[in-house]
């Protein structure tokens, strides 16, 4: 209380410290802890033993973890290129102050407010061949085989995803749209630059940090799309949608394979981590330069 | 984290401050699961046994299925598990013996014959694990029966089938006149995997899997097995099965929707299921439209008609690390408590079930589903085997192997050699 005020740096740095034991006890520790048991056989019931390298070796030499891997990387880039263009169009298009896009906006973000499980169990009663929305309204082609066969199930999971995500990442892209200075498209209409030459020749550039940092989000948030697909497919049909996650959750906890499932869970921290870094790259060296410069 | 707070319902005020698996001085503890009707049964059984013995009483807490699952695990490994242990049997608690979690109930029975000749004999199958009793059987049995929709087999003028030809014979029939033969609620996998259960036995006998379960190498390798998966990919291929099957789901009940809407004819699923119908169906129950009867026999088989699938009983087992004198409370809730004559009731009159007590058919008359408790009764308690779902029976990872390949299998996207190849590759395990 006394010494606070002007006691530079080092007064300040105990208010780290709240914030640094809840991170080192609900993520470095538990993180830790995986790693650990990776080098372990643990049934999850009985002892846990010391298995040396036999978790690695065998989930290594596993041909379902390649697929996994596939499937993942396909849910990532599939549902990306999904997810932005349609994102950035609706954000541009909702930053303008019209009433009427007030109102289309709050229709958007209603998926937003709803939980995963919720949204897998709505659209499986949806898509049901029999009793769901094409049976129900008569649209034949409607009624597919949408969690039955391999391709149409990845593409099933794909759409829900976007479908979830597409809400936050618009909010993410309307407020940067928003940020941009209304004196660029002044001196570009008297340039005489178009609507689509001014998205394309000042919105888009403008949104560059904005892309990257909503594409890490969608990147690294797509390694751990767990409940929504393990409740709307189970990682099925066979094997079809098991990505990494469900993956890690089938081995562990219905396998009872602890030891594997945590080699599993190593290789999704180091693969998020490693995207994550990558698309900083991405983004120059200096994130926190700033695009106005020379406008 | 080591106090885990009970993420159930505390269902007595007796269970006091105590954590969920210790009870305190004089109890035993025991957890059931937490749906109704069964949870109203359960407490009772348990209030009542209470009332009888005030010097050894039961703490009685209730969970939700799924977080049971999760939490006795726990509970086990860190010594804080109830004195009494609710189980599916089968592969699960082979687990629990592996680890020397349970203690060894067959010296008990022995001394106790009243308690075994009550029960039905079969019930005592997934208990057993290598000649050896760990579990009581209670509560309540669960075959899986073949459904039929009788109205629909008066329209095309047909018979319930009785061997597989005459299944077969009847597809075309059904697909003709714009019914789906057989509803299946293929997305939940564990519905496509009864059809493999009473094929392989009406084909080879219920060794045949004994032998598989027991891990012997290339066990899936008898030729029973191939012609099983070989028939029901002919099934399938002929137009079985309802379309887009794999997109069915169970947990939905839609495959019960198909057969009670008339857009299916057949369905094979639990006796639970009946229950579900009766409430959802409308009429189709009461008005006596549901019909219902064993699996076909497959010409050439060897297999007995007689035998049965499904859940053969609810299993409690006792926790070895449990104390003397909690020890002595549960026997003597195992010996007093579970199937007393106004339990056993319970599970007829709230629970439309069948519990799995000798005589109990004495009890039917003038029950609301008199008809179909007797079949479910008479299928049960006379069947030369009861055999435990494949999952269960099977160890956890190789059940998962299973049900993947049994997808694939009914996806028509591998043969029934390369199915045999996979699941052989899981018994050298």
Known sequence: MTSAVGGGQRSLGWLVLPALLFFAAFGILPLLAVVALSFTSWDGLGEIMPAGLDSWTSVLADPGLPHALWVTFLIMALSWLVQTPVSILIGTFLARGHRYRAFLAVLYFLPLLLSSAAIAIAYKALLDPNFGLGAGLGVPWLVQNWLGEPVLALGTVVFVVSWQFIPFHSLVYQSAVRQIPVSLYEAARIDGAGRVRQFFAITLPQLKYTLITSSTLMVVGSLTFFDLIFVLTAGGPADATRALAVDMYLRGFRGNLMGPASVIATILVLVGLALALALRRLGGKDPTASQLEGA | ?429
Request: with cysteine; aromatic share 10%; charged share 15%.
């Open chain 2, 1 to 429: 984290m080591a106090l885990a707070a009970p993420l159930g319902m505390s269902a007595l005020a007796s269970c006091g401050t105590a954590g969920p698996g210790q009870a305190r001085a004089g109890e035993a503890s025991i957890w059931y699961l937490s749906t109704q009707p069964q949870e109203g049964i359960r407490q009772a059984g348990v209030e009542a046994f209470n009332a009888a013995n005030p010097d050894g009483k039961l703490a009685l807490t209730f969970f939700q299925n799924d977080a049971y699952k999760a939490k006795i695990k726990t509970a086990i490994g860190a010594d804080q598990a109830p004195t009494m242990i609710w189980t599916w049997g089968g592969g699960g608690l082979r687990e629990y013996v592996r680890n020397g979690q349970v203690d060894d109930l067959t010296d008990w029975f022995a001394e106790n014959p009243a308690v075994k000749d009550k029960r039905f004999a079969p019930s005592f199958g997934a208990a057993t694990i290598d000649g050896r009793i760990y579990a009581v059987p209670c509560e309540n049995v669960s075959p899986i029966v073949f459904y039929y929709n009788k109205d629909l087999f008066a329209q095309v003028g047909a018979q319930p089938p009785t061997t597989w030809n005459e299944l077969m014979a009847l597809v075309p029939v059904f697909n003709n006149a714009g019914i789906a033969p057989m509803s299946l609620g293929g997305q939940s996998r564990w519905t496509s995997m009864m059809w493999l259960e009473y094929l392989l036995d009406r084909i080879g006998g219920s060794e045949v899997f004994e032998t598989i379960a027991g891990g012997e190498k290339d066990g899936w390798s008898h030729p029973a097995v191939t012609e099983a998966l070989t028939k029901i990919q002919d099934f399938i291929r002929a137009g079985g099965f309802v379309n887009g099957f794999q997109s069915v789901t169970a947990d939905s009940n839609a495959d019960q929707a198909l057969l009670y809407t008339g857009k299916a004819a057949m369905m094979l699923h639990g006796s639970w299921t009946y229950g579900g119908m009766k409430e959802d169906g409308g009429d189709f129950v009461p008005g006596g439209h549901l019909g219902f009867t064993t699996f076909p026999e497959v010409e050439g088989g060897v297999g007995d008609p007689a035998f049965a699938v499904g859940n053969p009983a609810s299993y409690l087992a006792l926790n070895s690390s449990a104390t003397e004198e909690e020890k002595t409370i549960a026997k003597n809730y195992f010996a007093n408590g579970l199937l007393t004559d106004a339990d056993a009731d319970n599970w007829i009159t709230k629970a439309g079930s069948v519990p799995i007590v000798n005589g109990a058919d004495a009890k039917f008359a003038g029950a609301a589903d008199e008809e179909f408790l007797q079949f479910v009764y008479d299928l049960s308690s006379n069947a030369p085997v009861f055999a435990q779902s494949w999952d269960q029976a099977l160890p956890p990872a190789t059940a998962d192997v299973l049900l993947t390949n049994i997808e694939q299998l009914f996806g028509l996207t591998i043969t029934p050699e390369q199915w045999v190849a996979n699941m052989n590759a899981t018994q050298t395990s």
